[in-house]
């Protein structure tokens, strides 16, 4: 089925930058909703953000709205997230996943693909 790898993970400076990839496997299809999400130590998993292949559009939880962006690039089968004025609390497990239904949702259990996660770090 769809497999999704995550990278670029890493300890970073509050207010740096960093950009997560999540590469999908060759049977992801255009029509699936892709998502990000992370957890926290002792947290729930939250949701980070979305987005459709076709036509690109995104939507994303209030807490790293105008911070983060996520973009894509069916023909490679990549998902980004590009994180700006990263905050210590934005440490976490980043998690790229795959929506085959496309509900457009923002909860785990829409989410029926996950990738292992990568790690990262804000130091203040």
């Known amino acids: 089925q769809v497999q999704l790898v995550e990278s670029g993970g890493g300890l970073v400076q509050a207010g740096g930058s960093l950009r997560l990839s999540c590469a999908a496997s060759?049977?992801?299809?255009?029509?699936?909703?892709m998502g990000w999400f992370r957890q926290a130590p002792g947290k729930e998993r939250e949701f980070v953000g979305g987005i459709r292949w076709s036509g690109g559009t995104t939507y994303y939880a209030d807490s790293v709205k105008g911070r983060f962006t996520i973009s894509s690039d069916f023909a490679k089968k990549m998902v980004y997230l590009q994180m700006n004025s990263l905050k210590p609390e934005d440490t976490a497990v980043y998690y790229c996943a795959a929506d085959s239904l496309a509900t457009g949702g923002r909860q785990t259990y829409e989410f029926d693909y996950w990738g292992q996660g990568t790690q990262v770090t804000v130091s203040s």
């Open positions: 060759a049977r992801i299809f255009n029509s699936y909703d």
